[in-house]
């Protein structure tokens, strides 16, 4: 009698066993797989916190561009601005270029401003960081020649349409000198195939 009220409980506890050991493995799949998933994303952090950091130093790399190519621009004489079309590998044109339809600016300067055989962007020595500076210069005309001859050029919205002082009531705009827009587009390659775009619009 005793021997058939005890045996049933030793197959009860093999299976109570096998439970708790399937529980253990399920718990420690998870944790291992937490594991992963967090050291992919402590990795994935840093790669993005590194090529922020290499973009910040392409844009600050392109600070150099346009403070060069503003200098370059005060070296020359109003005719060679106004009645040079474009100097090749000076960096400038006197008409305004931009990028056709969907174009994207690193297209465009691929294939149209830094093409063979007369490229019009000027490129720099690479820094300390390992950017290289490269700008070009557009002034922004529709057309080479003198802006006071008919040319259109882009000016400033405060410049008068009259040339005399005679002003309506409520006129508030001032005569003032016309000045010529230029715009100054630097493309900076840094290390990691970064590559960043500022452009700085200057008049003079």
């Known amino acids: 009698m005793l021997n058939r009220r005890y045996s049933p409980r030793l197959p009860r506890r093999s299976r109570q066993g096998g439970i708790v050991l399937f529980i253990a493995l399920i718990v420690l799949v998870m944790m291992t797989l937490a594991g992963i998933s967090l050291m992919r994303s402590t990795f994935t952090g840093n790669l993005i916190a590194g090529n922020l950091a290499f973009q910040q130093s392409a844009v600050g790399s392109a600070d150099r561009g346009v403070e060069t190519a503003i200098a370059w621009l005060q070296a020359q004489t109003p005719t060679t601005l106004f009645n040079t079309r474009t100097v090749a590998g000076s960096n400038y044109s006197a008409i305004r270029g ?38 070009v210069i557009h002034r922004l005309c529709n057309a080479q020649g003198d802006p006071s001859s008919g040319v259109g050029c882009d000016v400033s919205p405060l410049v008068a349409a009259s040339s005399t002082s005679s002003k ?29 775009f500022v452009q700085a619009v200057i008049a003079m």
Do not use: C, E, H, K
Not at 121 to 126: E, F, G, I, P, R
Not at 180 to 194: D, E, F, K, S
């Open 98 to 135: 931009d990028p056709a339809g969907t174009q994207s600016w690193d297209d465009y300067w691929t294939t149209v401003l830094a093409a063979a055989p007369t490229p019009l962007v000027n490129t720099l020595a690479a820094d300390g960081a390992g950017n290289t500076v490269s700008y």
């Open 168 to 196: 309506g009531s409520g006129v508030v705009s001032l005569l003032q000198t016309s000045q010529v827009y230029y715009r100054i587009t630097v493309r900076t390659v840094g290390p990691r195939n970064t590559v960043s």
